[in-house]
């Protein structure tokens, strides 16, 4: 049986770029980029309140097309 497009994962990868973004009160926020700097965007948002983001997330895009952009909650995560 082959897998539909939304189930399709791709090779676990890891971040070129990542960085504590300052914000409001001396918060800091992580965020972090893989897959093709020259790709299009792709922005993927973490869970509910109090959590982190899903750092497996990054399989669900094509590394070859996107960019990855994940990031935090602010005081959650890395």
């Not at 504590?20 to 309140?49: C, K, M, Q």
Request: aromatic share 8%; hydrophobic share 30%.
């Amino acid at each position: 049986m082959s897998r539909s497009k939304a189930q399709q994962r791709f090779p676990e990868i890891d971040p070129y770029d990542r960085g504590l973004l300052e914000v409001a009160d001396g918060n800091r926020i992580y965020w972090e980029t893989s897959g093709n700097p020259h790709g299009r965007p792709a922005l993927v948002v973490h869970g509910g309140p109090g959590s982190g983001g899903r750092r497996g997330a990054r399989t669900l895009f094509d590394p070859d097309a996107f960019r990855i952009v994940l990031f935090d909650q602010r005081g959650c995560g890395e």
